[in-house]
């Protein structure tokens, strides 16, 4: 004898409300999964900008150093820890000064183009950010480039791209060899510790690179 088994309509709709839940759960998952994996590439695309910037911040430091020796070879060992120089002694120049934090700047037109220079930070002076400018070489109206750069640069041919995305200073340390205290900047050397930071989704990341630069003229 064979008996028939229906389902009744409360079974149907119990299991149809399972099914649908189950469902959204695995959406709800995968998307969590998805967002996560998303903001976790931004952060890596983020960081390795960061890095590069960190260590244009050094070679910066080293260009300033090796550009001394050349204008200022007479005088290089009173040279070489200075920026924004320009006489044939480097009198006008800026000795940097230990455990003191800068921006760097970069004039884009002028005479000095492209030099690299510092400006000190202090209680008023807390600026520094980096501004992305696509740079037009061809005249075509058209970003040929991009290129971080400090904010505010007028040259006709930069155009904004981002604003104050990342924020970039250096800490300068001299290692005195000396027991009177004095930084011998005849033989010196100092410790630049750039430090770049960025904001993502309100949380502030940082990343930051040291090097020794020594007078090795």
Same mark, same amino acid.
């Given at each position: ?16 409300? @399972? *099914? ?6 695995? #959406?709800?998952?995968? +998307? ?12 890596? /695309?983020?960081?390795?900008? *960061? ?5 244009? %911040? ?25 920026? %924004? /120089?320009?006489?044939? *002694? ?56 991009? +290129? ?8 006709? %041919? ?22 009177? %205290? ?12 750039? #430090? ?13 690179? #040291?090097?020794? @630069? *020594?007078?090795?003229?």
């Amino acid at each position: 004898m064979r008996h028939a088994f229906r389902s009744t309509p409360a079974e149907t709709l119990i299991e149809t409300i @399972i *099914a649908i839940t189950v469902i959204i759960m695995g #959406t709800a998952a995968a +998307l969590s999964m998805l967002r996560t994996s998303l903001d976790g590439n931004e952060l890596v /695309g983020q960081k390795v900008v *960061a890095i590069n910037l960190a260590v244009e %911040g050094l070679d910066a430091l080293k260009n300033i150093r090796d550009t001394n020796y050349l204008r200022f070879p007479a005088d290089a060992d009173t040279c070489w820890y200075t920026f %924004g /120089g320009t006489t044939a *002694a480097c009198g006008d120049g800026t000795p940097l000064q230990n455990n003191r934090t800068y921006f760097y700047y970069r004039d884009f037109s002028g005479s000095t183009a492209l030099d690299w220079g510092l400006t000190r930070v202090t209680n008023t002076n807390t600026q520094g950010y980096l501004t992305l400018y696509g740079l037009d070489l061809d005249g075509d109206g058209n970003s040929d480039m991009d +290129l971080y750069a400090q904010a505010n640069v007028t040259e006709s %041919g930069f155009s904004t791209q981002e604003t104050q995305a990342f924020k970039r200073t250096v800490l300068i340390e001299y290692n005195d060899t000396n027991v009177d %205290g004095s930084n011998d900047n005849d033989d010196a050397s100092y410790d630049a510790t750039v #430090t770049v930071s960025w904001t993502q989704r309100g949380v502030t990341h940082t990343i930051s690179l #040291t090097r020794t @630069i *020594a007078n090795v003229y």
